[in-house]
């Protein structure tokens, strides 16, 4: 890979926000072309999407996680990612994967309550065809979502001044 | 009742004649402030990765707490040899060539002691860490400066070293990549001055700990060079690479010979370095490369930041290739370095080091560690921008 390349995604995967100006001055490129690399991660799809990471709990939006383990059955003609695609254009459903293992596929699914949850897996995910079981974890508390801390400890005094 | 006494005349001529540092006073300074920006440091700010911390837990909860060989674990000499092997090609025998120091300020004290005779002259090529003349003045050496120009990037040439050489001078103490400038030596510049080592028959101390922060290029090290691994230590830690400083370890790879000369001196000074930073720096080999990468990714990030943003508010400041320092011109101002950083901390509270306290040839210029979070670097810039503007008027 481009070692400016490399520079460039690190730097958007760490902050989305950070500015093409902001990303030159980094590493020596010009706004412009880093704007043009940008733009041509995005249409090559390397760049799949910018987000955010809301801790909604602060605002009082108490919403509700749970991980799903589902067995499913294939059926002729038709392998996982026709099953994947069902399940993934719901859109209280935040991931899925397929995973290898003693279950098949993992979905983690938000809703505002566990009754909403619980319905929402009981009627729309469990009455699939290629649906044997369902398993839901309810999430009790997120330490850590894509690599971000959510609840960072005190940070490390140095000296303020060392050879 | 017995006479008072005056404790210091006990104190040994060879301490009383070590310089005093100008920096005692601005260290001070610094202490008494609140809501500075340090750009003072020399070391990352990273924490030590979590994989080599867990290992230091883990063997700490095993009751791993006891001495190790004089001359370090086993296992950490093994794969230092596996991994110079693999970096350069050099081969070091685990059993008598390496030896685990406390640090490399450790190190580099065995190495100067292990080989300067009283009345020797050791070369100290300036503007360089703080630690090289005294520890040579504690030996009972004599240091000689040399000091590299901003006209050569702060690297070392043999036109400026040969004058310098003596039938006194016994070794030469080399520092690249640098601190304070970041320079770093190109190979062709490092044979002319082998050259000049081996005709004058010198021994030579390379302190390479910033070995792994270069940029854009890879580290040479001096003992890679033809004819120059049994003349050469090279002192070399863990504390910049692996974001260590705290844990104190370091290593020395050479002959047989010195490092055994260095190990005697060792063996009754330290006894051996601390055994759980032993077990990290084992990890930090096997298993640190990937996080080390993506820190030297992170600094030279900053260094393109921190380069570009003196140069445009009127500070010329080439651009370092390996370290974590930048070191801008500050002469054009018409303040001395100590007066610049002085003013600069009392006025916009950024904490900068002058550059003559790495020796005279520093004067001019500021040492100015990127080894700081981007906002901090944002507003360090701009603060300095706003007292160069001030200067002005």
Not at chain 2, 128 to 149: D, E, F, N, Q, W
Not at chain 2, 182 to 191: N, S, Y
């Amino acid at each position: 890979m481009d070692e400016m390349i490399r520079h460039i995604l690190e730097i958007l995967e760490n902050d989305a926000r950070a500015s093409p100006e902001e990303i030159a001055a980094l590493t020596g490129m010009s706004a412009q072309e880093v704007s043009q690399t940008i733009a041509k991660l995005e249409e090559t799809g390397v760049i799949r999407h910018y987000k955010t990471i809301v801790d909604w709990d602060l605002v009082g939006e108490n919403y509700v996680y749970a991980v799903i383990e589902l067995k499913v059955t294939l059926e002729r003609n038709q392998g996982y990612q026709a099953i994947a695609e069902r399940i993934y254009k719901f859109p209280e459903v935040r991931s899925v994967r397929l995973l290898s293992g003693n279950y098949d596929i993992s979905l983690t699914v938000r809703g505002k309550s566990m009754k909403e949850v619980a319905f929402f897996v009981a009627e729309k995910i469990a009455t699939l065809d290629q649906v044997q079981s369902t398993s839901t974890h309810f999430v009790l508390k997120t330490y850590k979502e894509d690599g971000v801390i959510l609840h960072e400890p005190e940070s490390i005094k140095r000296l303020p001044v060392s050879f | 009742m017995r006479p008072p006494c005056d404790p210091s005349k006990f104190v040994a001529e060879a301490v009383k004649s070590i310089p005093p540092s100008g920096i005692r006073r601005f260290f001070d300074l610094v202490s008494g402030l609140e809501d500075i920006i340090s750009l003072g440091v020399g070391e990352p700010d990273f924490i030590t990765p979590w994989h080599i911390r867990e290992m230091c837990i883990h063997s700490l909860e095993k009751g791993q707490t006891s001495y190790t060989s004089n001359y370090g674990l086993p296992e950490l000499r093994d794969e230092l040899t596996r991994t110079y092997y693999r970096r350069y090609g050099l081969d070091y025998n685990p059993a008598s060539e390496i030896l685990i120091t406390t640090g490399v300020s450790e190190g580099l004290d065995l190495a100067i002691r292990a080989v300067v005779n009283p009345g020797d002259e050791v070369i100290v090529v300036q503007p360089s860490y703080v630690a090289y003349v005294p520890s040579v003045i504690l030996a009972g050496g004599k240091p000689v400066i040399v000091s590299t120009h901003r006209d050569d990037d702060f690297s070392l040439t043999a036109e400026a070293l040969k004058p310098a050489i003596t039938s006194k001078t016994k070794a030469i103490v080399l520092n690249f990549p640098n601190n304070p400038t970041g320079a770093i030596m190109e190979q062709e510049g490092m044979e002319d001055i082998a050259d000049l080592v081996v005709e004058n028959d010198l021994f030579v101390i390379s302190d390479e700990v910033y070995e792994c922060l270069t940029y854009g290029g890879s580290h040479v090290p001096f003992s890679s060079l033809e004819g120059m691994r049994d003349r050469t230590v090279m002192l070399n830690g863990f504390s910049k690479a692996y974001a260590m400083t705290g844990l104190r370890l370091g290593f020395a790879m050479g002959a047989p010979d010195i490092i055994h000369s260095m190990m005697m001196i060792h063996q009754y000074s330290m006894l051996c370095a601390p055994i759980t930073a032993q077990v990290g720096a084992i990890e930090a080999l096997r298993n640190g490369k990937g996080e080390m990468e993506r820190m030297v990714r992170e600094y030279d990030r900053r260094r393109h930041f921190i380069v570009k943003g003196f140069n445009s508010i009127g500070l010329e400041c080439c651009n370092p290739k390996g370290a974590f320092y930048a070191f801008p011109y500050i002469g054009n101002t018409g303040l001395s370095s100590s007066d610049f950083a002085e003013r600069l901390l009392n006025e916009k509270k950024v904490v900068t080091i002058p550059g003559d306290v790495f020796g005279e040839a520093g004067e001019g210029f500021l040492r100015c560690a990127y080894a700081a979070s981007l906002d901090d670097l944002r507003k360090a810039v701009e603060r300095m921008g706003d007292f160069v503007d001030g200067l002005k008027q």
